[in-house]
């Protein structure tokens, strides 16, 4: 299929780095097109690890076009610094266009996001990156963002850095928050308009100008539809449209330019930050988990919650996606237990229910109802075929598989690029 779309099925952090690594192979462009540097795509080459938070994950392979679309909120001076990491390291970053229609982090979303999440409610509470995405994505609806073409006319774009910075401290002295350095953020800028200027591009025109040449495309979601602004555990959620529709809105695509959606998840259930986890193991249990599947954000470091595989959310994030193939992560992770639990059910106030409650939030008050499956006790980590695997193990896949009412396609059971195989 030359346009591909690949996405997280749960709450982030399935491992869709590697897998678009993999996946690359045959690929002439990689397209991002939502969310910002909340993101962190780790993939490990050889011995080198490397977490990427706005460059596609095709940055690696030798003449492949990497674009950041419109859909994204990007912060320039991240932007400017994870590129010239890469070029310190040898890699060719002349390929990466960045869409003239992106819209900009600017420091002041920073502090508005940190404050907001410093100051919120007990009940409120995000626990986002605070990287400024929430702000920027409201600016941007509000119709008060500042977009990456403004990059190109340095004089305006300065004069509208200054009059938000000014208006947007008035508001944080008023709130007794600290408040941006205006000249010192203005020159971090004004390095970063001067680096990015060259890759900026109608990207709407670049994509499609693929699609017509029948290249092979990959679009790379980046968070997971559970934290979909209109699908996911609302409010706990990104504040983009982490699901296969963004690709088009976030890169300009038309619905039928897309041929295959791979849904990635992991073979348990994770989730960084706030929000109900119905699954969620604490404790002893958790951290166990969490130490075995070396589970800390990418982005922030923070440990991530660790529970049992939740066939609901996931049949429901396959169905929203329209998933053709499923890639099952981190499967070396269960390898030493010797029983497995898979959510298929929830009681909620005293009732069955097979499907996501109306409101996303009962999700923290449903009971999971659980089937229990054998362990494999064995290394899964050598295994490069399905048939290697151990008998249940290949049973497990095919449960969490059909329960999620998907196909699998690609399997994974170690961090590097060879501990992968298609189905
Ligand atoms: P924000 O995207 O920084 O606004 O954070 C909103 C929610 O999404 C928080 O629960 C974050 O932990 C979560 N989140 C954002 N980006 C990622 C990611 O790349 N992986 C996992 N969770 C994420």
Redesign the pocket.
């Known amino acids: 299929m030359p346009v591909s779309v690949l996405i997280g099925i749960q ?3 399935e491992g869709k780095g590697k897998i678009i690594d993999v996946l690359t192979e045959n690929i002439d462009m990689v397209v991002r097109f939502q ?1 910002g540097n ?3 795509h780790t993939v490990e080459i050889g011995s080198e690890k490397y977490v990427l938070h706005l460059v596609p994950s095709g940055i690696f392979r030798k003449d492949i076009i990497c674009v950041i679309g419109n859909g994204l909120v990007v912060d320039p001076v991240s932007l400017m610094e994870e590129m010239k990491e890469l070029a310190g390291k040898g890699i060719d970053i002349s390929n990466i266009q960045l869409s003239s229609k992106a819209h900009l982090v600017m420091a002041y979303h920073k502090i508005a ?1 940190a404050s907001r999440e410093a100051g919120a409610g007990a009940g409120k509470l ?6 400024g ?2 702000p920027t994505y409201s600016a941007k609806a509000d119709r008060t963002g500042i977009r990456a073409c403004e990059i190109l006319k340095p004089q305006k774009f300065e004069k509208i850095f200054r009059e938000q910075a000014i208006s947007w401290n008035a508001h944080f002295k008023a709130s007794g928050v600290e408040c941006v350095d205006i000249e010192s953020e203005w020159k971090k800028l004004f390095e970063a308009v001067a680096y990015l200027t060259p890759h900026i591009k109608d990207t709407v025109l670049t994509v499609n100008e693929a699609v017509r040449q029948g290249k092979n495309i990959l679009f790379e979601g ?3 539809a559970l ?1 979909d602004i209109d699908h996911g555990t609302y409010p ?4 983009s449209n982490t699901t296969a529709g963004g690709a088009c809105t976030g890169s300009g695509i038309p619905p039928k330019a897309i041929g295959c959606t791979y849904g990635v998840m992991k073979a348990y259930t994770t ?5 109900p986890f119905p699954t969620e193991l604490h404790g002893e249990e958790g951290e166990t988990m969490r130490k075995i599947g070396r589970e800390f ?1 990418a ?1 922030t470091g923070r440990p991530r919650r660790c529970g049992w595989f939740d066939a609901i959310l996931c049949r429901y994030s396959c169905m929203v996606n329209g998933v053709d193939k499923l890639t099952i992560t981190k499967l070396d992770v269960l390898d030493t237990y010797p029983e497995l639990k898979i959510c298929t059910a929830y009681e909620l106030n005293g009732t069955l229910i097979k499907n996501m409650p109306l409101d996303p939030g009962d999700l923290s008050i449903v009971k999971p109802v659980y089937e229990t499956m054998p362990g494999w006790m064995a290394s899964t980590a050598e295994a490069r075929s399905f048939n290697e695997l151990p008998e249940n193990a290949r049973k497990y896949l095919l449960r969490i598989a059909s329960l999620s009412e998907a196909e699998i396609g690609i399997v994974s059971v170690g961090p590097r690029r060879d501990q992968t195989f298609k189905i």
């Open positions: 709450w982030g952090d969310g909340n993101a962190g996001d995000i626990g986002t990156t605070k990287r995405i929430g980046a968070q997971g934290l706990f959620v990104t504040s989730r960084v930050g706030e929000g954000g982005t």
